[in-house]
């Protein structure tokens, strides 16, 4: 979930100064090297399991029951916290009828007056619902109508037949605009949604703008908006300004999108630059909680932003299913900080931790973690009135403006945090089968190179 554009909007993800100021009221200037009183009590948590800790050999998923490594373990304070939460009857159930919910709020917060030219593509927020979602097959249907009116009232200045593409078929309609988001979108209808003849016809025109915007940029170069060799070139080092970072992992989510469709004219080595990205990031220093002093948080949640949106890149946005042999660098951080998501920040970060833990086949029956993750967001959604977008985040206290975007953030990540999948079968045109041949020739690249496998051996700060 989250936000799908190339550029950082000034929403929660940039609110640096925010987040200082917020911490800082929060009485947060102690510092401590470890993360201040969370990161002692997570120490002090380690090496106390009465059972041998769960060994990556033995699965994916921590069984509840099971002793989870140290460094993967709850805060005592949190692990009280989470004794105290009440869930009444079945827990999947319950999560279930929250991410129905989550989905009513969406419809109707998007359905207001306007909206859609406020939120721009993120009110496609709605198509997303419907992502591996055959389990829920009446909120699928409704996603895809819904999100096919929305498609239509985004993508009209293409559709207009008195409109000369070529004007609209410009590079920097890919680069900095939404036609590379339209088009994968009007596919992804296409696939899933009951024939239609005018979807048929938009998906055309707009593959006939981006073709157009494709020739206009030339090379890759022109349309990623920089030298790749010269920007991965250089040495990963950690900086507080991820913005950058943010843009570049949404902007290789959209490429294989692009290379998703074989219709499309897309330049060579566009490939090869999301596998040499795709080992950028293993080697990328994202600094873990324990690294951070207390004045220092917003700077791990932003970071935590942008890692929680790197499977997006491989699962089109919970499409497809992630494995742990893709990144291991990607699952041991998101294992080894999810407490800490859960313990200091908004539920939007923590519902997106429950996201990816959910794309590798995790679940609250499977997962100790994820079902952790699944009662602590069902509790703040109680403590709501059954409202996710009245869940007071940290940086509301302060009497921050809400945006809209923020408001609807709050829905949608709940839904995909608290929605189980099932994951939607490859084809020739699909997201999975342009990311499975990316993570093939980052795997043969990566060797060349010198990387060997995606994050094997990197010291992690």
Same mark, same amino acid.
């Given at each position: ?180 988001? =339209?088009? $994968? %979108? ?6 899933? +949604?009951?024939? *239609?003849?005018?979807? @048929? !016809?938009?998906? #055309? ?124 660098? =990607?699952? $041991? %951080? ?6 800490? +998501?859960?313990? *200091?920040?908004?539920? @939007? !970060?923590?519902? #997106? ?109």
């Amino acid at each position: 979930a989250a936000v799908q554009s190339t550029r950082v909007r000034c929403n929660h993800r940039c609110r640096a100064v925010q987040r200082i100021l917020s911490h800082a009221q929060l009485g947060a200037a102690a510092a401590t090297p470890l993360g201040g009183p969370a990161g002692r009590q997570l120490r002090s948590l380690r090496g106390s399991e009465a059972m041998p800790a769960w060994d990556a050999s033995q699965g994916v998923c921590v069984p509840p029951g099971a002793a989870l490594p140290a460094s993967w373990a709850p805060s005592t304070e949190l692990q009280k916290k989470l004794a105290n939460i009440s869930i009444a009857g079945n827990l999947s159930s319950a999560a279930e009828a929250a991410a129905r919910g989550a989905y009513s709020e969406l419809v109707d917060f998007i359905g207001r007056a306007g909206m859609v030219e406020t939120l721009g593509t993120d009110a496609l927020a709605i198509i997303n619902s419907a992502y591996a979602g055959s389990n829920m097959p009446d909120i699928q249907t409704h996603a895809l109508v819904q999100g096919t009116d929305i498609l239509f009232e985004l993508s009209a200045p293409y559709l207009d037949p008195e409109q000369d593409l070529k004007e609209l078929g410009k590079c920097s309609e890919l680069r900095d605009g939404i036609l590379a988001k =339209l088009v $994968s %979108y009007a596919l992804y209808i296409k696939q899933q +949604a009951p024939h *239609n003849a005018t979807v @048929d !016809l938009a998906l #055309e025109r707009l593959e006939n703008a981006t073709n157009l915007a494709l020739v206009a940029c030339g090379t890759l170069q022109e349309l990623l908006g920089f030298e790749p060799s010269s920007r991965l070139g250089t040495p990963p080092i950690f900086t507080e300004d991820v913005s950058d970072m943010f843009g570049m992992v949404v902007q290789g989510a959209d490429l294989i999108g692009l290379l998703a469709n074989p219709r499309l004219q897309v330049p060579n080595g566009t490939s090869d630059y999301v596998a040499d990205f795709w080992n950028y990031l293993s080697r990328y220093p994202f600094p873990g909680f324990s690294y951070y002093k207390d004045s220092q948080l917003y700077n791990f949640d932003q970071n935590s932003y942008v890692v929680t949106h790197i499977p997006y890149i491989v699962t089109g946005y919970q499409r497809h299913q992630i494995y742990v042999s893709d990144a291991p660098w =990607l699952f $041991s %951080y998101l294992r080894e900080n999810f407490y800490a +998501a859960m313990e *200091n920040f908004e539920h @939007d !970060l923590l519902a #997106e931790f429950v996201d990816n833990l959910r794309q590798y086949g995790c679940t609250e029956e499977n997962d100790v973690q994820t079902r952790d993750g699944t009662r602590y967001l069902l509790g703040l959604y109680k403590d709501a009135g059954n409202r996710w977008m009245n869940v007071v985040a940290p940086y509301e206290i302060h009497g921050e403006n809400v945006s809209a975007y923020d408001k609807m953030h709050k829905a949608w990540t709940a839904y995909v945090g608290l929605h189980r999948r099932v994951f939607e079968a490859p084809g020739p045109e699909t997201h999975q089968r342009a990311a499975r041949e990316m993570l093939a020739l980052s795997r043969a690249r990566g060797s060349l190179s010198g990387d060997g496998s995606a994050g094997a051996g990197q010291v992690r700060l």
